[in-house]
T-cell receptor
Framework: QQQVKQSPQSLIVQKGGIPIINCAYE??????FPWYQQFPGKGPALLIA?????SEKKEGRFTISFNKSAKQFSLHIMDSQPGDSATYFC????????????FGQGTRLTINP | GAVVSQHPSWVICKSGTSVKIECRSL??????MFWYRQFPKQSLMLMAT?????????EQGVEKDKFLINHASLTLSTLTVTSAHPEDSSFYIC??????????????FGQGTRLTVV
């Protein structure tokens, strides 16, 4: 019940395309859903996060869509660029507490020029 | 965002020796710090959670005597891998969050430490 399932494992998109990465969770107590971007040999960096009281959040070219009833959330990257090539992790946690995050398995995204 | 600095970025040590990794929050007070381990092309696995001045809480399956965590101040936590063996070779990442218990503050990650035990 603590798992967060992420798909796809890898994704290749042409420049300008809109890659979509999906995550699903089981624990209904989760109320914080961040997405992280990680480049090789670096730590993850927070991209964008959402709470369950909204269905969509947009920051720049990154958008999170959230479906509370389906217990799913997804990341969309608009106008993708080669510099967006990285591994993306979704996560879920509980705000009221230590905010211990459960991470998805990661998606290796490649944006071809 | 806030800055979390991890040191060293990479370290090579001999089997049987101990290695200390430092995690510092540079511009905020980190009430909670987390230590993760990441194998190549895999996700982050939480090893332990530590609150300043308290003993760390270890995740199931993580040996507390092997991975010693100290969170003695609001800006510094250390992870010591004792009697390291080649299977301990991995990428270790810390993250830190400020704010009081239950408040909505995000966690920031360090740049990670690549440990190679030979």
């Amino acid at each position: 019940q603590q798992q967060v399932k992420q798909s796809p494992q890898s994704l290749i998109v042409q420049k300008g395309g809109i890659p979509i990465i999906n995550c699903a969770y089981e624990n209904t107590a989760f109320d914080y859903f961040p997405w992280y971007q990680q480049f090789p040999g670096k730590g993850p960096a927070l991209l964008i996060a959402i709470r369950p009281d909204v269905s969509e959040k947009k920051e720049g070219r990154f958008t999170i869509s959230f479906n509370k009833s389906a217990k799913q959330f997804s990341l969309h990257i608009m106008d993708s660029q080669p510099g967006d090539s990285a591994t993306y992790f979704c996560a879920a946690g509980i705000i009221q507490g230590a905010q211990k995050l459960v991470f998805g398995q990661g998606t290796r995204l490649t944006i071809n020029p | 965002g806030a800055v979390v600095s991890q040191h060293p970025s990479w370290v090579i040590c001999k089997s049987g020796t101990s290695v200390k990794i430092e995690c510092r929050s540079l511009d905020f007070q980190a009430t909670t710090m987390f230590w993760y381990r990441q194998f190549p092309k895999q996700s982050l696995m939480l090893m332990a959670t530590s609150n300043e001045g308290s003993k760390a809480t270890y995740e199931q399956g993580v040996e507390k005597d092997k991975f010693l965590i100290n969170h003695a101040s609001l800006t510094l936590s250390t992870l010591t891998v004792t009697s390291a063996h080649p299977e301990d070779s991995s990428f270790y990442i810390c993250s830190a969050r400020g704010g009081s218990w239950g408040t909505n503050t995000e966690a920031f990650f360090g740049q990670g430490t690549r440990l190679t035990v030979v």
